[in-house]
């Protein structure tokens, strides 16, 4: 029996992107690459090697982490001093440059496998580090050229005039400055 309802219709869900299809597969193949080269080299020299190979790692890792944190602590320290002394920012020096990338590094020499450990020893040589960093300001520069409204580019501006579950919540802004004089009850909004 119908009602003459119209029957819903649900709208198409949309593709997935290629990242989210193929990233747990990359995953798993470097899992597996990982382990059959410690299984390789475990069988070609002993446990015992491959047992000091990743535990060198791991302290090199947990070295270069420790000094790039420093060394970006220290940065900001001076930085915020300059802006409090009124004097402005310096130009960021060379040594400000690839701390990220330099603890980047620094993690993947902590996890335990060669290919992960090869990666984090080229991401410590500073010409890598230039080059990678500037390949990532040219994509994200590019990407953030390229977001359509409503997009990246526009998120924050949508995050603070909408609520959870998308209505946006009407208001004003009252800015109470010094000096000013009280003023009655505002009329209420009407929208």
Excluded: C
Aim: net charge positive; proline share 10%; glycine share 12%.
């Amino acid at each position: 029996m119908t009602t003459g309802a119209p029957t819903p219709t649900h709208p198409a869900r949309p593709r997935r992107s290629r990242l989210r299809t193929f990233l747990p597969l990359g995953v798993a193949a470097w899992l597996v690459l990982e382990i059959w080269l410690l299984t390789v080299v475990a069988g070609a020299s002993s446990g015992f090697t491959v047992f000091l190979l990743l535990l060198a790692g791991f302290v090199l890792g947990a070295v270069v982490i420790k000094r790039a944190g420093r060394r970006a602590f220290r940065n900001l320290s001076e930085t915020l001093q300059q802006q409090q002394g009124g004097v402005p920012p310096a130009a960021p020096s060379g040594n400000s440059e690839g701390n990220g990338l330099m603890m980047l590094g620094g993690l993947l020499l902590m996890i335990p496998g060669l290919v992960s450990d090869a990666v984090g020893l080229l991401l410590l040589i500073p010409p890598v580090q230039k080059a990678i960093s500037r390949y990532a300001e040219r994509t994200f520069e590019r990407t953030l050229r390229q977001a359509a409204p409503g997009t990246l580019g526009d998120a924050f501006q949508q995050a603070r005039m909408h609520r959870p579950d998308g209505r946006v919540v009407p208001g004003e802004v009252i800015r109470d400055e010094p000096g000013d004089a009280p003023q009655g009850p505002r009329p209420p909004l009407t929208g």
